[in-house]
């Protein structure tokens, strides 16, 4: 083994952990989907949470001094922060797992990133600080991103090396599920408190229940995902350098085409994702004055839409290719944005139309867009290679989503959400028809 290697993998830490998780057989796909769909769930919730406070909390909280939808814009400009600090987290937690291990990387930012989460939890509002109580929330908010950078833990690549040839779709999806099981959480906990407590009560303290939840959830996170990066056979394919974290630089150098083209592919996806998620809570409670638990439990019975959706991806791939059907889900997701954005203004049905129809074609694209990102690498770089692309595209087709899509909508209407999405949808089919290469091995 390689003094590098041997650096990366001797910290006591990590050394314990082995000899606890030892196995005399290789790690099945199915234990491996535990702990990713564990990890991801618990890396979403804290994601919602914050995106859901972002409509119902800080715009009252964090900004009064200024009208409902400033305050809300100022909101989601904060929310952006995570995905623009995400990269930089990447950068500085490869180090760390090149000279530390994984395990004390993945310690190290999944404390970071619940201890963010849960230090929101006592931020005093703009009554008690004045405008530091925005700095303290740009902070913390900036340091759930690193976090999420530092959070990457390489599972989805070893469930596709350990899948079945025949069923490398389905495997494929199984980080997307925790995204919409996430957010039927998040949901499910802003709607109790919201039905159950005076609106006052609801901004003094119910809020912020949500957010201590989310670092109990991280420790267990933790632990389920440390039970498979702490195995012989995990590190046996990490010495073999198919998941060995290489060089942030060296990876962008020598494989940059493919980051930029990887990042663009799910483009489609990861732009609806904001857009059935976070933009139509906001535009309800500020153009349509409805109650937010309604919409609220309109967003779970989405979630579970979702949730099943995402599941028939895995089984259509695996029939026609993750390549058609990302392709057949961009243009899907462009013949949507023509129309379904103006039914947010016809009322309940025309929002449970838009939510379900959105949710569907959410989770046919989305659920397939880990594969894309992961399967055009090589092996040395393919760690490395996939964290980078996940955050750029994650910046680029979701990080500023909410606020572009609000003030589209405020000013133009909602028609221009529409082209909004658009836009991501042709970037999704010129992606894949431009890197021929790529789509050879995502086929």
Same mark, same amino acid.
């Given at each position: 083994?390689?003094?590098?290697?041997?650096?990366?993998?001797?910290?006591?830490?990590?050394?314990? &952990?082995?000899?606890?998780?030892?196995?005399? =057989?290789?790690?099945?796909?199915?234990?491996?989907?535990?702990?990713?769909?564990?990890?991801?769930?618990?890396?979403? $919730?804290?994601?919602?949470?914050?995106?859901?406070?972002?409509?119902?909390?800080?715009?009252?909280?964090?900004?009064?001094?200024?009208?409902?939808?400033?305050?809300?814009?100022?909101?989601?400009?904060?929310?952006?922060? +995570? $995905?623009? !600090?995400?990269?930089?987290?990447?950068?500085?937690?490869?180090?760390?797992?090149?000279? =530390?291990?994984?395990?004390?990387?993945?310690?190290?930012?999944?404390?970071?990133?619940?201890?963010?989460?849960? &230090?929101?939890?006592?931020?005093?509002?703009?009554?008690?600080?004045?405008?530091?109580?925005?700095?303290?929330?740009?902070? %913390?908010?900036?340091?759930?991103?690193?976090?999420?950078? #530092?959070?990457?833990?390489?599972?989805?690549?070893? @469930?596709?090396?350990?899948?079945?040839?025949?069923?490398?779709?389905?495997?494929?999806?199984?980080?997307?599920?925790?995204?919409?099981?996430?957010?039927?959480?998040?949901?499910?906990?802003?709607?109790?408190?919201?039905?159950?407590?005076?609106?006052?009560?609801? /901004?003094?303290?119910?809020?912020?229940?949500?957010?201590?939840? +989310?670092?109990?959830?991280?420790?267990?996170?933790?632990?389920?995902?440390?039970?498979?990066? +702490?195995?012989?056979?995990?590190? *046996?394919?990490?010495?073999? *350098?198919? @998941?060995?974290?290489?060089?942030? #630089?060296?990876?962008?150098?020598?494989?940059?085409?493919?980051?930029?083209? #990887?990042?663009? !592919?799910?483009?489609?996806?990861?732009? /609806?994702? =904001?857009?059935?998620?976070?933009?139509?809570?906001?535009?309800?409670?500020?153009?349509?004055?409805?109650?937010?638990?309604?919409?609220?439990?309109?967003?779970?019975?989405? !979630?579970?839409?979702?949730?099943?959706?995402?599941?028939?991806?895995?089984?259509?791939?695996?029939?026609?290719?993750? *390549?058609?059907?990302?392709?057949?889900?961009?243009?899907?997701?462009? &013949?949507?944005? #023509?129309?379904?954005?103006?039914?947010?203004?016809?009322?309940?049905?025309?929002?449970?139309?838009?939510?379900?129809?959105?949710?569907?074609? /959410?989770?046919?694209?989305?659920?397939?867009?880990?594969?894309?990102?992961?399967?055009?690498?090589?092996?040395?770089?393919?760690?490395?290679?996939?964290?980078?692309?996940?955050?750029? +595209?994650?910046?680029?087709? !979701?990080?500023?989503?909410?606020?572009?899509?609000?003030?589209?909508?405020? =000013?133009?209407?909602?028609?221009?959400?529409? %082209?909004?999405?658009?836009?991501?949808?042709?970037?999704?089919?010129?992606?894949?028809?431009?890197?021929?290469? /790529?789509?050879?091995?995502?086929?």
């Amino acid at each position: 083994m390689s003094a590098e290697l041997t650096a990366s993998s001797s910290t006591p830490l990590e050394r314990d &952990a082995r000899l606890v998780n030892a196995r005399e =057989h290789r790690i099945a796909p199915g234990e491996i989907a535990i702990g990713v769909i564990i990890g991801r769930t618990s890396e979403f $919730f804290d994601f919602f949470v914050y995106a859901i406070a972002s409509v119902l909390v800080f715009p009252s909280l964090i900004f009064p001094y200024v009208d409902a939808l400033t305050g809300t814009m100022y909101s989601f400009a904060l929310f952006a922060l +995570a $995905f623009i !600090a995400r990269p930089i987290g990447t950068f500085g937690f490869m180090a760390i797992d090149r000279r =530390h291990g994984r395990g004390v990387k993945l310690t190290i930012a999944l404390f970071l990133l619940g201890g963010s989460t849960m &230090a929101i939890a006592f931020l005093p509002g703009y009554a008690q600080i004045g405008t530091a109580a925005a700095v303290l929330l740009a902070i %913390f908010r900036a340091a759930q991103g690193i976090a999420l950078g #530092g959070a990457w833990d390489g599972l989805p690549s070893l @469930l596709s090396l350990n899948a079945p040839e025949n069923k490398r779709g389905w495997y494929a999806m199984v980080p997307q599920l925790g995204a919409p099981l996430g957010l039927l959480v998040a949901s499910g906990l802003f709607a109790f408190f919201m039905a159950t407590l005076s609106r006052a009560d609801f /901004l003094d303290w119910g809020w912020r229940y949500p957010f201590f939840v +989310a670092f109990a959830i991280n420790v267990v996170a933790l632990f389920a995902r440390l039970r498979i990066v +702490a195995t012989p056979e995990f590190q *046996r394919l990490f010495e073999t *350098r198919d @998941l060995q974290p290489a060089p942030v #630089g060296e990876t962008l150098r020598e494989e940059g085409r493919t980051v930029v083209l #990887g990042a663009f !592919a799910p483009l489609a996806s990861f732009a /609806l994702f =904001h857009l059935v998620t976070v933009f139509p809570l906001s535009w309800v409670v500020l153009f349509n004055r409805e109650q937010p638990t309604d919409f609220l439990l309109i967003e779970m019975l989405g !979630a579970v839409f979702g949730v099943l959706a995402i599941l028939a991806s895995g089984m259509i791939a695996d029939r026609v290719g993750r *390549r058609t059907l990302l392709g057949t889900s961009a243009a899907l997701i462009a &013949a949507y944005s #023509g129309f379904a954005p103006q039914l947010l203004d016809n009322g309940g049905w025309g929002e449970l139309s838009y939510m379900i129809l959105g949710f569907v074609l /959410l989770g046919l694209a989305f659920g397939q867009s880990s594969g894309a990102v992961n399967s055009g690498f090589s092996a040395m770089r393919r760690y490395t290679g996939a964290a980078i692309t996940s955050d750029l +595209a994650w910046l680029i087709g !979701a990080g500023f989503a909410p606020l572009a899509a609000l003030l589209l909508a405020a =000013h133009f209407g909602l028609l221009s959400v529409g %082209f909004y999405l658009l836009s991501g949808a042709i970037c999704t089919l010129a992606a894949l028809g431009i890197n021929k290469e /790529l789509a050879k091995r995502i086929e």
